[in-house]
């Protein structure tokens, strides 16, 4: 059982999320708002909303998804749910973040990326005063061609995008697929992630890394089935951005206690604690360092280590990592000395 002190810790802990999707991070209360502007005051309460996230498995989840995502229908909606995001981690002393955002999600109701972004961005901003917030755009793989979502883009990367991320169905289209795609991301400058090795085996992290050249991985759980591949990984520094819950959730896992990221962290590798979607797998940051310190029994000096690594895989500029931490080990010592 984990003790209110170090339950504190961690809920008081300056903290640094890398993967996680802005519409899988929507606060209920802020959807059942989008529900009643859309559908009426009586279609769904907040007690059915929180059943619905409960599933019974896989296709429910999706399911689910495009079924929220079927509420932001205008531009004034991002900048709404941004808006609540942001106010949400930082009332969990999340201090930076980069977020994804999937504007193939929503092409079809004829909303264009560039204005789909600059929403985002007013929204974020009316908390920038306690939170700094990048943005990563998701391609998702199986949407629309790539290569002009890519252009759009970059039009308005000046609104916070610094990386470019490939999430969506992973069996069926291997990161390989995308390989020119990301050659002209890179070239235009922005960070390359890739989620990889979630649903699909380790060749795909190797594509992963050798066709896209990423910056960093995203999941990469079934690299512990490759010990070539986890010196690689080692070897090379390349940050992976785990999320244990989630892994769980979506049986990319079977248990928390089979989760490769202790092992992980504890060969030196560069890993990181995430949420991925969090309201839709009722997480947060806070659940995901408690759940691994009953599993595996880390102590504050193993969360501290595993901050640190979050602000270290983080794209932001170096005076702005700095900061963050020199913030951490102000609050690590204060509290452990
Ligand atoms: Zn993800």
Known sequence: MVSNNIKSFIRDLPKVELHLHLEG???????LQLIEKYMGKKHITLNELEQKFTYTNFDNFIDTWYWKNSFIREYDDYQFIAEQVALNLAEQNIRYAEIYFS???FTKIDSQPQEIATSIRKGLNKHS????????ADLVRDSEPKLPLLNK???VRDQGIIGIGLG???LQFPPKLFTEVFRKAKKMGFYITCHAGEAAGPDYIWQAIRDL?????GHGTSAIKDKKLVKYLLEHKIPIEMCPISNVRTSAVTSLDEHPIYNFYKSGMLVSINTDDPKMFNTTMEKEYISLIEIFDLNLF????LAQNSIESAWCPTNTKKELNSELAKYYKR???
């Open 213 to 217: 050249k990423v910056d960093r991985i």
């Open 335 to 337: 509290l452990v000395n």
């Open 103 to 105: 504007p193939s999600d």
């Open 302 to 305: 193993d969360i501290y280590n």
């Open 129 to 136: 005063d306690r939170i700094t917030i990048n943005l990563i």
């Open 25 to 31: 991070a929507i606060p209920l209360n802020t959807l």
């Open 168 to 170: 969506g169905d992973e």
């Open 153 to 155: 883009i970059s039009e």
